[in-house]
């Protein structure tokens, strides 16, 4: 089946510096990753919609400068989270469609646990 | 607004039958999701109904009333590793996914 793998898994880091996490479709190409955020107990939150080739589409609240997304390829998105703050620990996951997104879905990556401390 | 509801927590029995019901209202359907969450790990795809009535994968099956705004994931013969967090997910007439809280279930022996 698809794969989105996702990396890194988990990362420390400390507050004011930049993290990125990609994610690739391994078996597919991914014209459209969404990118979640997931506080514990929580529900997923979408964070931005990013398409290959073109800037990414920011929910409201979420800010552009802070979370840059690149989505250079049908193969590989980023995220970069810039200046990285305590409140910025949470759970990421990129997440793909996968053929027409319906009936098979969408393949989430496996997630970045990120801690900034 | 649009609204996705379903239980926190759930605990049943190994062996058992549980259903975890899901009510929503959103603009616009094209769609419900049902996705199994383990603790510390991503999402990964159940079920998706997008007519009425029921869909059965095994041991998991999934129901829908579009007209009640209603879902329920049932799964049969509980085991242990059916532990995690279940999340209900509509996909609203924008092609976008609006996400429940997620049910926890809990097994016991």
């Known amino acids: 089946g698809a794969v989105v793998s996702q990396h890194p898994s988990r990362v420390i880091c400390k507050s004011g510096t930049s993290v990125k996490i990609e994610c690739r479709s391994l078996d597919f190409q991914a014209t459209t990753m969404f990118w979640y955020r997931q506080f514990p107990k929580q529900s997923l939150m979408l964070m931005a919609t990013?398409?290959?080739?073109?800037?990414?589409?920011?929910e409201q609240g979420v800010e552009k400068d802070k979370f840059l997304i690149n989505h250079a390829s049908l193969t590989l998105s980023t995220l970069t989270v810039t200046s990285a703050h305590p409140e910025d620990s949470s759970f990421y996951i990129c997440s793909a469609q996968t053929g027409t997104g319906t009936i098979d879905g969408y393949t989430f990556g496996s997630g970045t646990r990120l801690t900034v401390v | 607004g649009q609204n996705i509801d379903q239980p926190t927590e759930m605990t049943a029995t190994e062996g058992a039958i549980v259903q975890i019901n899901c009510t929503y209202q959103t603009s616009g359907f094209n769609g419900l999701f049902w996705y199994q969450q383990h603790a510390g790990e991503a999402p990964t795809f159940l079920s998706y109904?997008?007519l009425d009535g029921l869909e059965e994968k095994g041991r998991f099956s999934s129901f829908l009333s579009r007209s009640k705004g209603y879902s329920y994931l049932l799964l049969k013969e509980l085991q242990m590793k059916d532990s995690a967090s279940y999340l209900c997910?509509?996909?609203?007439?924008?092609?976008?996914?609006?996400w429940g809280a997620g049910t926890k279930l809990i097994i016991k022996p």
């Open positions: 990013s398409n290959e080739g073109s800037k990414a589409t920011y």
């Open positions: 109904n997008v």
């Open positions: 997910a509509v996909m609203d007439s924008n092609y976008q996914l609006i």
